[in-house]
Structures are given as structure tokens and as C-alpha cells.
């Protein structure tokens, strides 16, 4: 029996242990038991729980721990006295043996493999079945355990409300160990990475041109100032001159004056554009928009316009990230309360003016939560810059040339085979460390910002 099928059928026993803790616990009402705590329903919450969780841990683990038993079981084997003493090698056969026992007709590459196959299915097979035995008897136990509690005074509810609080308390804990994490591993390569490179070089240097070649201990041609530029650039000011203009044309349009028919079509057409991958904006902004742009800085005579360029990449981007300007300003726009806008009609304001001087400042938190969000996804956007605006790291202000981004140079220095010892691989976590900072201090400021409107027109 497969852990899959082992998880549904502990679902349905804790199904029906949540049927008969109910049904038991509603004949206390129906019999007239006046002191009765908890509802019923919170009894077959409590015998469910008893009957799944304990059940589901176990099965977690031991899904860990069977594919280790299984190998030691098979390492026992005496067809197993001839595998090679390399510790890569018989790590590949073995592997190669287990794929083989889940699929037949798998090609191999080890004759090995073919022999252990069948040994390998059986320890599977063996472990599967002792893990979903001892899985259905902790269910078993755990639902007599929870049916024996059952009473009119049990405090079902608080039992309840307490697991589901720290089932809460756990997800937000493993959210923040992961971010801590990821900071963490940041922190410590990107210090790494500085033993090999000057900090004022990689904050300050013009050069982009990374090597692993070591000179009197420095490394050279880290100069991100380059990347930054870009960044800032082709996600913070080309995309956004496109994406907040109409996001908020478009919001205000769907709010203010649009019919209910209109708006009923207008706004999921608008935010399909979010659920486009970007990898289709990617081809779209290489084979349409750049060769566009290019014929049109010739036409005007411009002679050194690049088939790949800053604009082309910041004009698709801009597009891709309208929904997510339009639909926070949408939000936040409709949220103003009415009487401010009727308040502001009856005083003899026009419709536009209304707009312009008491809805917009009053959604403005919303507005910029928006913008903050757009700013952030096209910060963080690579396929449309790899495709459209190339990977040469120029630091130039013509919207009509190459240039690249931070997250196109992780993922270039990233890719193949990278050694995590070299300045060229830890030069990508100490890109992103110094992405996350400045990420991080502009969320700060636009805080700031939105508290002190938010005080205002609260």
C-alpha cells in the first residue's frame, strides 16, 4: 500500500470519527443535559484531529526514515556482496535499482541494477505495509482515545481553538525561520564573497566584467554599479512611467465612470494580464516590440540602436505589472467612503475634481501598497530582460541600448557548473543581499509615507 493511499484512507477514518463524536456528543442536547460546554461539532473536530494528526506525523516521518531501511535491507542481501566499493558508484546503482523497482521498463546502466531491482521492491513493499499498519493503529488509538473524553463538561472548543492556534503559531514560525534563513545564507556567502573583493569596488565600481582570476588577493571587474543602474532603470523608471499612469487611469475609469456591465468585463480582461507567463512577454517583447523600437531610432536617426534594449524590456514589463497597480488602486479607491465623495459634490466640486483632490489622497495608502508591489515584481522580473534587453552591463541613460539587471546577472553567474568557492558564484548572493537591502529600505519609506496620508484621512 503506497503513503498515498495510506494518507486518504486515515482522511476517511478521521471522517467517520468526526460522524460518531458528533452524533455522540448531540444526544447530550437531546437528552436535556443542561451544562453541556462545548457544541457537538467541536466534539467530532476534537475525535478528527485525535484520529489524523497523530497518524499523518507518523507517516511523515516514517516516509523519511522506510527509504534508508529499505537500502540497509538490501545492502544485507548477499547479491549486494559484489556492488563497487566507491561510494559514487554504488550510490548510483542503487539508485538506479530503486527507479528500476518503481518502473520496469526504465533503461539502466548497470546490470547490478537489474538484480537488485526485485530486492528493492520487496523492502518497499515490506516497509510501506508496516508503516500503514502502525499508522492505522495510531488512528484507531487516537480516535477510542478522543471517543473515551467525550462527556457534557469536556471543554471541546478550547481544545480546538488551542490546536488551531498553534498550528497558526507554527506557520508563521517556519515562515520566519525561512526568511531568517535565506538571510542568513545571504549574509554569510556575501561575507565570504568580500574576504575576495573590495566592498567599495562592488558598491562603487563602474566595470562589470567578473572573472575568477585573483591579483595580491582581490579579485577584479566587480563593479555593480552597472547592474543597479539597470535595475533602477528598465524596473523602477521605464516600467513604471508605463504601469502607474494607466494602472490608475484604468482604476479610476473603473471605479468612477464605467457601468456595471463595463466594469464587470473590463476588470477580469485586465487582470488576466497578471496570470500571462512571462516567459510569452519575453517573445513578445523580442520578435514585436524591440525590432519595432529599433526600426522606429533609425527612422529618427538614431544609428546605434541595439536590437535588444532597455526600452523594449521596460515598456513589456510595465504592461505585465498594470494589474497589480489597477487592482490595488481599484480596492483602495472603491474603500473611500461615500459620504467623502458625496460630501465633496454637494460642496459644488466637479466629478474630476472630486477625484483629483479627495479620492486619490484618501486611497493614496492603497495606492502606492500597489505601486510598492509593482515596483517589486518588476525588480524581480529576469525572462523579459534576458530576452528583449540583453546581458551586456552598460551604464548609459539611452533607453534604446543594451543593458541588464541584477537578477539577469544571478541567474547568469548561477547557471552550469559553478564552483561555491569562486568570486564569480559568491558575486550572485552578494548581488541579492544588496537587492534585499535596498528593497527593504524603500518598503521602509514607503511605510512611513502611507502612515503619515493614512493619519490624515483616516
Not at 126 to 152: S, V
Not at 153 to 178: N, P
Not at 286 to 302: M, Q
Request: proline share 5%; aromatic share 10%.
Amino acid at each position: 500500500m503506497t503513503i498515498t493511499a495510506t494518507f486518504f484512507l486515515i482522511a476517511g477514518l478521521g471522517l467517520i470519527a468526526w460522524v460518531f463524536a458528533r452524533a455522540r456528543a448531540g444526544r447530550f442536547i437531546q437528552s436535556g443535559v443542561a451544562s453541556v460546554h462545548s457544541l457537538p461539532s467541536y466534539h467530532g473536530w476534537y475525535a478528527a484531529m485525535w484520529a489524523v494528526v497523530p497518524a499523518i506525523l507518523f507517516l511523515l516521518v516514517w516516509s523519511t526514515i522506510a527509504p534508508a531501511l529499505g537500502s540497509y535491507q538490501v545492502l544485507e542481501s548477499p547479491l549486494a556482496a559484489g556492488l563497487p566499493t566507491d561510494a559514487f558508484e554504488r550510490a548510483a546503482i542503487l539508485s538506479e535499482a530503486r527507479a528500476l523497482s518503481h518502473n520496469p521498463d526504465l533503461k539502466v546502466f548497470n546490470d547490478a541494477a537489474v538484480r537488485l531491482a526485485p530486492l528493492y521492491e520487496a523492502a518497499d513493499s515490506k516497509y510501506a505495509m508496516i508503516g500503514a499498519l502502525a499508522a492505522f493503529l495510531l488512528c484507531f488509538a487516537g480516535g477510542a482515545f478522543a471517543f473515551t473524553r467525550i462527556r457534557p463538561d469536556f471543554r471541546a472548543r478550547t481544545q480546538v481553538e488551542r490546536t488551531v492556534m498553534f498550528g497558526l503559531l507554527l506557520a508563521s514560525l517556519i515562515a520566519i525561520l525561512a526568511t531568517l534563513g535565506i538571510v542568513a545564507s545571504l549574509i554569510f556567502e556575501t561575507i565570504r564573497f568580500f574576504g575576495m573583493v573590495s566592498p567599495f569596488e562592488f558598491l562603487f565600481g563602474l566595470d562589470w566584467n567578473p572573472s575568477d582570476k585573483v591579483v595580491d588577493g582581490q579579485a577584479t571587474g566587480f563593479g555593480a554599479v552597472p547592474l543597479f543602474w539597470g535595475t533602477v532603470f528598465i524596473g523602477a523608471i521605464i516600467a513604471m512611467l508605463v504601469a502607474i499612469p494607466l494602472g490608475l487611469m484604468s482604476a479610476v475609469y473603473l471605479t468612477q465612470y464605467a457601468s456595471a456591465n463595463v466594469r464587470k468585463w473590463m476588470k477580469p480582461i485586465l487582470e488576466i494580464l497578471a496570470g500571462v507567463p512571462t516567459v510569452v512577454y519575453g517573445y513578445f517583447a523580442a520578435l514585436t516590440v524591440a525590432p519595432a523600437l529599433r526600426s522606429f531610432a533609425v527612422a529618427i536617426g538614431i544609428t546605434d540602436a541595439s536590437s535588444e534594449s532597455a526600452l523594449a524590456a521596460g515598456l513589456v514589463m510595465g504592461v505585465m505589472i498594470i494589474p497589480f497597480v489597477s487592482s490595488m488602486a481599484d480596492d483602495s479607491i472603491a474603500a473611500v467612503p461615500g459620504s467623502m465623495r458625496d460630501g465633496s459634490l454637494a460642496m459644488g466640486a466637479t466629478k474630476s475634481e472630486t477625484i483629483k483632490q479627495v479620492l486619490i489622497p484618501a486611497a493614496l495608502p492603497g495606492v502606492v501598497g500597489g505601486v510598492l508591489l509593482a515596483v517589486s515584481r518588476a525588480i524581480g522580473e529576469t525572462m523579459i530582460v534576458v530576452m528583449a534587453a540583453g546581458l551586456a552591463a552598460n551604464l548609459t541613460a539611452n533607453p534604446f541600448a543594451s543593458v541588464t539587471t541584477v537578477t539577469t546577472q544571478i541567474v547568469q553567474l548561477l547557471t552550469g557548473d559553478t564552483d561555491f568557492d569562486s568570486p564569480m558564484t559568491l558575486a550572485a548572493f552578494a548581488l541579492g543581499l544588496t537587492l534585499f537591502v535596498v528593497t527593504l529600505l524603500l518598503n521602509i519609506v514607503a511605510l512611513q509615507i502611507v502612515k503619515r496620508y493614512r493619519e490624515a484621512y483616516d
